[in-house]
T-cell receptor, first 116, second 114 residues
Framework: GNSVTQMEGPVTLSEEAFLTINCTYTATGYPSLFWYVQYPGEGLQLLLKATKADDKGSNKGFEATYRKETTSFHLEKGSVQVSDSAVYFCALSDPAGGTSYGKLTFGQGTILTVHP | KAGVTQTPRYLIKTRGQQVTLSCSPISGHRSVSWYQQTPGQGLQFLFEYFSETQRNKGNFPGRFSGRQFSNSRSEMNVSTLELGDSALYLC?????????????FGPGTRLLVL
């Protein structure tokens, strides 16, 4: 079945440091890939997405490139801020079998804490 | 445009009771999905509705059920509550259900079963 594996957390960084959160996936088809962010007490917000190989999603300084050869979708940001502290989820939507329309498969989440 | 809304935001129930949660999708969105979020299991897919029909279902017992109305609003019901049902229940909507579409999430309903 489909699965998403994120790097073990939590991740603690100082402000302006470089961020990488690794995400690899297993899927039977050609999935669309997403990064969602969850702030304390809130639901999930889409951060960025990519729908085909070699696509790069970007938003608010975050970037991730869909690498089919390594089945990866790593999240990066060049300079983090305290306000980036949140939980980050990698997810995929897999068309295999034609029955997965609304289903997102999530990674376990990575807690990011940024200190001033 | 208003986002996805969920009611109630918080609920406390006791074992054996049943509960109904409500979700109003973004206007014009016809697909509604439900997820359960717990510290141990993470985010797990419950089911998805599109045009009042359940189109996909996750691996949850039959105590978990849902429905969608003609205005795309959705409800999920959990009968005979167990302690392990304590979780954040998230609803998400998208326009027409295509795979590459973005799902927009509501703030969730936090259910505590005592």
């Amino acid at each position: 079945g489909n699965s998403v594996t994120q790097m073990e957390g939590p991740v603690t960084l100082s402000e302006e440091a470089f961020l990488t959160i690794n995400c690899t996936y297993t899927a039977t088809g050609y999935p669309s890939l997403f990064w969602y962010v969850q702030y304390p007490g809130e639901g999930l917000q889409l951060l960025l997405k990519a729908t085909k190989a070699d696509d790069k999603g970007s938003n608010k300084g975050f970037e991730a490139t869909y690498r089919k050869e390594t089945t990866s979708f790593h999240l990066e940001k060049g300079s983090v801020q305290v306000s980036d502290s949140a939980v980050y989820f990698c997810a995929l939507s897999d068309p295999a079998g034609g029955t997965s329309y609304g289903k997102l498969t999530f990674g376990q989440g990575t807690i990011l804490t940024v200190h001033p | 445009k208003a986002g996805v809304t969920q009611t109630p935001r918080y609920l406390i129930k006791t074992r054996g009771q049943q509960v109904t949660l409500s979700c109003s999708p973004i206007s014009g969105h016809r697909s509604v999905s439900w997820y359960q979020q717990t510290p141990g299991q993470g985010l797990q897919f419950l089911f998805e509705y599109f045009s009042e029909t359940q189109r996909n279902k996750g691996n949850f017992p039959g105590r978990f059920s849902g429905r969608q109305f003609s205005n795309s609003r959705s409800e999920m019901n959990v009968s005979t509550l167990e302690l392990g049902d304590s979780a954040l229940y998230l609803c998400a909507s998208k326009l027409a259900g295509a795979l590459q579409e973005t799902q927009y999430f509501g703030p969730g309903t936090r259910l505590l079963v005592l």
